[in-house]
């Protein structure tokens, strides 16, 4: 690969980065996304070209010598947003890291030291690559040059050389400026020929060649109106020309020569990616491929009896091809403690040293992911003691969003060493295999080795937090709970959901029926387009809102047409008994475990940043319970014998309990302590009503406001969800505050502690970090301040079922009730219990969940049971 010269227009490609990214940020809440883009292209340049010389043009300022020639040239432009203005002082970290040269001349714009350096390149016959955003700069290309543009943001380049250009533009690479003359730039403000496209002025330009020789011969203009726009706007045209030609004569203080490029320190790089939370790149820089890092002495452990162990602390580490491990195939593990480490082929779990080191409760064990090691090994009939530390649940209970809950980035975060970053060996899907052996017994050791070191790193962080609490007395129990609740599963009556699905689909087949009838024409229902042409064009519905592709048939869109027309109704509705079929009925089909007809669900406890559980395969957080057809899911799920009911019990308004306990308001509470109903009281204060004059309206748009409240909901958010004015939303909101000083006092604390502290807390010390919190950004920020308001209200929510879960687990664990518990679903329990036993997990969870914690208002639960899960409301 030939050596060559490359230069980079770096406004434009940070522009384009900065655009075409979502705002990302680093732990310190410093906007990150265009230099991420930028950066990731300046990888590829050095991967694709080896460059001898490299520089990035920078324009000096608002102000060039173009604005002599017109004042108004590129002021039409919006004002650069902050989140990017405060990148381009980091992007020049980022290049001085790299070792590349920057340059900027004040009056010049980059276009114009990139051109005058291309000049001298030319003259010296150096090849040369241009990286830009901006077609003016394909003027440049010549037999020594291509440019190379970005499309898509930075993730796709397309490269013109003189030849390209005139393939694919139709004319000459000298005719571009001419080109731009006539057509104008309306992002630079060029005037140009208003009127005149790339289509006509490429056919003019074909026709005479240049700008100055169309006004010579402009009695030879086809076409009236387009002589008229011409000749009305020569001055125009001529000074646009002016305006797009980059000068290529800049007094630039610097040569080709000066550009002399022979790499960079993988060392510096590596620094200030870990800096700016760069981790994903860190692997395309040498130094960050694990050959690249100091060897790791490691023993391959055919004997498990050869394994010296320690009294104090072993890791344990296990890999696994995927993340289902319920199903997946261990690839082995790596051991590490104080006198040595050790790779431990999968061979070992048929030793009996090996399962009694793991069944052995005096054998400490620190682990990453407690959960997933512990079930997996269950399903291989072998138990696990005495593990004492969990990494993945520690680093998410310190900062739930400043990794992405692997080893590998929570490694990276704390800037330990020795780690493998390629997390690619194994491949995915069909490509999915193990490398040779050497390539992933490395990896895996490599894995465990920064697993040790981040033992001391992490339990550090959780004292400094004061959430040792948090962590040994709720998560770490927690998780030993819940991995029993997903190896146990839930039993699943499969030939019910058989038969709801062939029901749905015959409601489907009816409703389609029906929207062919309206329509007066069978169409596909799932194609927008043909959707949009029957809605807008045949039925001649308004027009909401069009797409480049068409007419939107959105939800929003559809539910502002309800009125206008019966078909509305209809393709709503069949939408909604669809993504039921698909998601959820099917769904739940596809993880039936065929020998045990139950599923097993997995509960991620290190996902959300409020603390709450989520699961997959499948989801049961979400599975829609407004529609009735949604609640009759739950009939297939079932007990687990004849003797057997689902027992369910739920928190009742929790939020709003934790709501009037932490904003200590002093109406609120007296309302839970006396058992008024919430809402009826929030009805009587908002509408200034005796409770006998409140109907169903009032006490749905006061429950709206209540829950709107726990999530900072604005006028707008609460005006969408009622039907009604801002003004009116405004007033209820104004009112309730008036109602309830308490929680407005809070609101206004919580946001002020956050912007202090750069986080909020749950009343059991969880942290949730707020890096938008004093954004100059209006809609970052104010995010950000609803967030305050609300996370320490979900959290601690979140913090009080857990501890339920716990409480109600220990209690059972000392009676000889028949009892499991199979689910957590928001502030809901279930169980299996014999239908002897109902009585007395009644009398044991209502005690344990409503005297989990101590609030200042009491807790009160719901609960029932039944055939199945829906019979358990």
């Known amino acids: 690969m030939a050596k060559e010269l490359v230069l980079i227009d770096g406004n434009s490609i940070l522009y384009r980065s900065f655009f075409a990214l979502p705002l990302l940020s680093n732990e310190q809440g410093v906007h990150t996304n265009a230099v991420f883009g930028f950066t990731k292209m300046l990888l590829k340049v050095f991967e694709d070209h080896d460059p001898s010389h490299i520089l990035v043009a920078f324009d000096a300022g608002k102000t060039t010598f173009r604005h002599e020639t017109y004042q108004e040239y590129k002021g039409g432009r919006q004002k650069t947003p902050p989140e990017l203005s405060e990148q381009f002082p980091i992007v020049r970290e980022v290049l001085d890291a790299f070792g590349v040269k920057y340059y900027e001349l004040d009056q010049y714009e980059a276009d114009d030291i990139i051109g005058t350096i291309v000049k001298e390149a030319d003259n010296a016959g150096h090849p040369t690559t241009v990286y830009s955003g901006d077609k003016d700069l394909l003027q440049l290309a010549s037999n020594n040059t291509q440019v190379s543009l970005t499309r898509k943001g930075v993730s796709e380049i397309e490269t013109y050389t003189p030849e390209t250009i005139q393939d694919k533009m139709g004319i000459s690479k000298e005719q571009i400026i001419d080109l731009k003359a006539l057509m104008g730039d309306q992002s630079d403000n060029i ?452 003797n057997a009911v689902l027992f369910a019990a739920d928190y009742s308004q929790i939020e709003l309990r934790v709501l009037a306990h932490i904003a200590n308001d002093d109406k609120l509470i007296e309302a839970f302590n006396n058992g008024k109903d919430i809402h009826t009281q929030t009805a009587m204060d908002v509408f200034d009503v005796k409770e006998e004059e409140i109907d169903d309206l009032m006490r749905r748009q006061a429950k709206a406001v209540n829950f709107g409240i726990v999530y900072g909901i604005s006028d707008y958010g609460l005006s969408q969800n009622l039907g009604i004015s801002r003004k009116e939303a405004e007033q209820f909101i104004n009112k309730y505050f008036e109602s309830y000083p308490g929680v407005k006092q809070y609101m206004d604390d919580i946001v002020t502690r956050a912007k202090r502290d750069g986080y909020v807390e749950t009343i059991m010390n969880r942290r949730r970090y707020l890096p938008d919190i004093n954004s100059r950004n209006f809609n970052k920020r104010s995010f950000a301040e609803r967030t305050a308001m609300n996370s320490p209200i979900q959290g601690s929510a979140a913090d009080i079922i857990k501890q339920a879960m716990i409480d109600v687990t220990t209690k059972l664990a000392e009676t000889d009730i028949q009892a499991t518990m199979l689910l957590q679903v928001h502030d809901e329990l279930i169980f299996d219990v014999a239908k002897e036993d109902v009585e007395s997990l009644e009398a044991i969870v209502k005690e344990a969940m409503e005297q989990t914690v101590d609030l200042s208002v009491p807790l009160t639960v719901d609960y029932a049971y039944g055939d199945t899960w829906y019979d358990a409301k």
């Open 191 to 642: 005037p140009g020929v208003p009127g005149v496209g790339e289509k006509t002025a490429v056919k003019l330009i074909n026709q005479f060649g240049t700008v100055e020789s169309i006004y010579d011969n402009l009695d030879n203009v086809s076409g009236k109106k387009l002589k008229e726009k011409l000749e009305a706007n020569h001055d125009e045209a001529i000074m646009s020309k002016q305006l797009v030609t980059i000068k290529q004569d800049s007094p630039l203080e610097i040569s080709l020569q000066d550009l002399n490029y022979s790499g960079y320190e993988s060392k510096d790089v590596l620094e200030v990616f870990k800096t700016y939370g760069f981790q994903s790149l860190i692997q395309s820089v040498d130094g960050g491929h694990e050959s690249s890092y100091e060897t790791v002495d490691f023993e391959v452990i055919d004997d498990f009896n050869d394994v010296q162990l320690d009294s104090k602390a072993n890791l344990l580490y296990m890999e696994m091809l995927d993340d289902n491990y319920h199903e997946t195939e261990i690839i082995g593990f790596g051991l590490v403690n104080s006198h040595g480490t050790y790779m431990l082929p999968t061979s070992v779990l048929e030793q009996e040293a090996f399962r009694n080191f793991l069944n052995d409760n005096d054998q400490p064990k620190l682990v990453f992911n407690k959960k997933a090691l512990v079930v997996a090994l269950k399903w291989r009939g072998i138990e696990v003691q005495g593990i004492e530390f969990d990494l993945q649940l520690a680093a998410y209970i310190a900062n739930p969003s400043s990794h992405d809950g692997n080893i590998t980035s929570i490694a990276n975060h704390y800037n330990v060493a020795n780690v493998s970053y390629d997390e690619e060996i194994y491949g995915k899907g069909a490509k999915q295999h193990l490398p040779d052996e050497s390539t992933y017994y490395d990896h895996i050791v490599r894995k465990a080795i920064a697993g040790y070191q981040l033992f001391d790193i992490l339990q550090q962080e959780l004292k400094q937090n004061e959430q040792e609490s948090l962590y040994y007395q709720l998560e770490m129990p927690l998780s030993s709970i819940l991995a029993n609740m997903e190896y146990n599963g839930i039993k699943i009556d499969v030939e019910r959901l058989q038969t709801m699905n062939q029901d749905l689909t015959e409601r489907l087949d009816s409703i389609e029926k029906r929207i062919h009838e309206l329509a007066g024409s069978e169409f596909n229902i799932n194609s927008p387009k043909q959707l949009g042409k029957v809605l807008f064009e045949d039925l001649e519905l308004p027009v909401i809102k069009k797409t480049k592709t068409g007419y939107s048939t959105s939800a929003d869109v559809l539910e502002k047409l309800q009125h206008e027309h019966e078909i509305v109704d209809q393709i709503l509705h069949y939408r909604q008994l669809s993504k039921l079929q698909s998601t959820y009925l099917e769904g739940l089909m596809k993880v039936v475990h065929e020998d045990n007809q139950k599923i097993h669900t997995r509960f991620n406890q290190v996902l959300t940043q409020t603390g709450r559980l989520s699961s997959v395969e499948p989801n049961l957080q979400n599975i829609p319970i407004r529609l009735e057809e949604g609640r009759k899911i739950r009939q297939a799920f079932i007990p687990s014998g004849d």
